[in-house]
């Protein structure tokens, strides 16, 4: 894994400034790569590239970027993995007649993707290969004879790309640290933008926090020609070469027609080949294990096929309610991997919170960060590529809201009026005196955690939401109305509302898991597992979103995702001829924390620095009052607020950073 940057100036370019300019760019992503760094600049384009290098295939120098291309008509700076990038050699070397495929073979430099990627490209041309490749990815490649810049990044939005202008130079990277450390660096926040982040907890693609920034969409590439005469005003398009609505689509026109038998055969041997293909490294390689079903799938197949235990790695908690690390240990157990856990408490949580709004280098409230950053932590210390089980829910049918989109065409047909009245009914009773009957009736059955939190959002779903969509409009919105709380903002359009929300699967669960598979994979988990991994010089790699695993899942009919009231029925049905059902079977919790609490008691003086009254008046963003009402509501435990105080905080949190 890799970090990049680079920068177009139209004006007052030399040589010797936009070296040092790059350098410092790069320097500012060095946690993505700390083995190696490299600038590279074209004077008569005015342009720059600059990368920082975590080598885990072909450690020699034969790896280093910028990277030229053997005509040398090329250069690019890359971050990924390119997973067939050995396929893709031996199909370059096959071409006839070709420059590249010689008798006697291409005259390779070394092993890494990178240069495959460079001869395919010479090869194929940019879309062809990017259609070709099975991988993660950004990358940013530089025509020297057609002068186009082009920006592209992989299919699911696994790696990150930002880009766009500050003044007259268009500039792009990795991460927005990379991009401040740039002179012409503007950095104006959006407060419509704000609107967004606070209902989602993420800033949704394309959006950024920043005026004029722009995060480019998964599956796409942009070209940019860098002529002197290029306005800076241009519209910038980003150009689809995959889309998973195609993919969605050609599932239910040309459906798996096998039987159950054969579809547990079908996506075992596919996750065997796309995970064997993701071990592919030169250097120390585990996985994450929680001892739910997906980290659990993918660790008993990396097993099945290693010759030497595959090293684990889980996080427990000392507050029991909410430690799974037993297990994921039982799963390790069973097998025979070379497991390590580390336990933490509330203290050594805290101490991450003042790095996380450096690590997401934007406003970002997925609370589930710390134990994210926290594992990868312990795990890079042992290994330098680790594998996560990250979008089994999105394509298998996992998330327990897919469970209620099963029932609502149900509860729609009761009128809207006693629905709305049921739900004021039960937001009569207060959060804690839920939380307080659930917590007796957790003594005689196994319940997830925040039950009463829970039976809160189910109570706002009903009174607000009428067909499933507004359900799940209403599902993934943390604050209905978050021009309410943001000072002097408007809260734009975002996908989901353009396009999301008008989608037409016959099954309400389709819906969802499209939705959510363009939404909170790749601007929630994905972000939160790329960031905090990469904080501590980690690699992940999420064998899930290997697109032969997707074309796969979307294929098969929901019957055999979703089966008498069980999730992800088909990926459990591969998983159980590994490992014993029951080790995994019990309620689906998540990557939780308790948050309510800890903002209560050990957080609270942190809490009360940022939503200090006066504090807020002067920046000048929320409407103080009304954050500190709802505060003083979930001190109180009148309502718990956690998620929504969360947004704030972290808001606050990233902008003290950035003061």
């Not at 041309?125 to 810049?149: H, N, P, Y």
Request: hydrophobic fraction near 40%.
């Amino acid at each position: 894994m890799c970090g990049l940057t680079g920068f177009w100036q139209s004006k007052n370019f030399s040589k010797d400034t936009a070296s040092a300019v790059a350098l410092q760019m790069a320097d500012r992503i060095v946690h993505r790569g700390p083995d190696d760094s490299g600038v590279w600049v074209d004077v008569d384009s005015s342009l720059a590239l600059a990368h920082r290098r975590l080598a885990i295939v072909d450690l020699s120098p034969a790896g280093h970027q910028p990277m030229v291309s053997g005509s040398e008509r090329f250069v690019m700076v890359f971050n990924g993995e390119i997973y067939n990038h050995l396929g893709l050699r031996d199909e370059l070397e096959q071409i006839p007649n070709s420059s590249l495929s010689k008798k006697e073979g291409i005259n390779w430099r070394g092993h890494s993707d990178t240069e495959t990627l460079l001869a395919s490209f010479e090869a194929w041309g940019i879309e062809a290969t990017l259609k070709k490749t099975v991988g993660m990815f950004a990358i940013a490649l530089w025509d020297k004879q057609e002068k186009v810049l082009t920006l592209a990044r992989d299919r699911m939005g696994e790696k990150p790309l930002y880009y766009g202008f500050q003044k007259n130079t268009f500039m792009f990277g990795s991460e927005l640290k990379a991009l401040k450390a740039h002179p012409d660096f503007i950095g104006d926040i959006d407060r419509d933008v704000l609107c967004l982040y606070l209902r989602h907890c993420y800033i949704p693609a394309p959006y950024s926090i920043y005026k004029g920034l722009h995060k480019l969409l998964p599956g796409t590439y942009l070209q940019i020609p860098l002529t002197q005469d290029f306005n800076p005003l241009t519209t910038l398009t980003p150009v689809p070469y995959w889309r998973l609505e195609e993919v969605a689509k050609k599932g239910l026109v040309q459906p798996f027609i096998g039987s159950e038998t054969d579809a547990v055969a079908a996506l075992d041997a596919q996750l065997k080949q796309s995970i064997g293909l993701q071990m592919m490294a030169d250097v120390p390689l585990g996985a994450f294990l929680s001892g739910g079903i997906d980290s659990s799938a993918i660790v008993a197949l990396m097993q099945a096929q290693s010759s030497r235990p595959v090293k684990t790695f889980s996080i427990g908690f000392t507050e029991t309610a909410y430690n799974e690390a037993h297990f994921a240990k039982a799963v390790a157990t069973h097998l025979n991997t070379d497991h390590t856990e580390l336990y933490v408490s509330p203290a050594d949580c805290v101490q991450i919170i003042p790095r996380l709004g450096s690590m997401y280098d934007e406003p970002f409230a997925d609370s589930s960060q710390i134990p994210t950053f926290l594992v990868a932590q312990m795990a890079s210390k042992q290994v330098t590529v680790s594998l996560s089980g990250d979008a089994g829910d999105e394509l298998f049918c996992g998330y327990n809201r897919y469970l209620l989109a099963n029932q609502w065409n149900k509860v729609a047909k009761i009128p809207f009026g006693l629905r709305k009245t049921a739900g004021h009914l039960i937001n009569k009773i207060d959060p804690a005196s839920w939380e307080s009957i659930f917590k007796q009736a957790g003594k005689v059955a196994t319940l997830p955690n925040n039950m009463g939190q829970k039976l809160g959002k189910l109570a706002t779903r009903l009174q607000q939401a009428d067909k499933v969509e507004d359900l799940y409009y209403s599902l993934v919105s943390e604050i209905n109305n978050p021009q309410q709380l943001v000072i002097n903002a408007i809260e734009p359009e975002s996908w989901l509302t353009k396009t999301g929300l008008n989608q037409s699967f016959s099954d309400p669960q389709l819906n969802m898991m499209y939705m959510d598979s363009m939404t909170y994979l790749p601007d929630d988990i994905l972000v939160k597992v790329d960031r905090a991994a990469m904080a501590a010089s980690l690699e992940t790699r999420v064998p899930f979103l290997d697109q032969h695993i997707i074309d796969l899942a979307w294929s098969l009919p929901m019957s055999m995702k979703f089966k008498k009231g069980q999730t992800k029925w088909l990926l459990r049905q591969v998983l159980y001829q590994y490992v014993p059902k029951q080790l995994i079977e019990r309620p689906k919790a998540g990557f939780g924390i308790p948050l309510g609490e800890w903002l209560r008691e050990p957080l609270r003086e942190w809490v009360e620095g940022l939503l200090n009254k006066t504090r807020l008046q002067q920046e000048g963003f929320f409407k103080g009052a009304l954050v500190r009402e709802l505060w003083q509501e979930h001190l109180s435990g009148k309502h718990n607020h956690q998620i929504l105080l969360w947004n704030v905080l972290m808001f606050q949190a990233w902008l003290e950073g950035e003061q």
